[in-house]
């Protein structure tokens, strides 16, 4: 199964995260298909940027996000796309 989650970069205590399309079968951090966007909580407040369209093609050939990036999909105000 394809999954829409997060893969840590960044050093100790100052982590950044980017949003990829992957297999649920690889690690957190290993390949992936495509890069989608990216997470920085480290900043006030927290950024979040993303390629919408990309994300809505990759739901509608199947990928299922995670639920820590549905929550980040609904802050940002596409809650269509996190259903």
């Given amino acids: 199964m394809v999954r829409i989650r997060l893969k840590r970069l960044g050093s100790k205590n ?9 297999d ?10 495509e890069e989608v966007g990216y ?3 480290k900043t006030n407040p927290a950024t979040v940027k993303f390629n ?3 994300i809505q093609y990759w739901i509608n050939v199947g ?9 980040l ?11």
């Avoid at 649920?24 to 298909?33: E, V």
């Avoid at 990928?63 to 929550?71: L, N, S």
């Fill in 52 to 54: 919408a369209e990309r």
């Fill in 39 to 41: 997470y920085d909580p």
């Fill in 73 to 83: 999909f609904k802050k940002q105000g596409i809650a269509e796309v996190a259903k």
């Fill in 24 to 33: 649920s079968k690889m690690p957190r951090d290993g390949r992936f298909i």
């Fill in 63 to 71: 990928a299922q996000p995670t639920t820590v990036v549905k929550q």
């Fill in 14 to 22: 100052s982590p950044f995260w980017r949003i990829v399309v992957t």
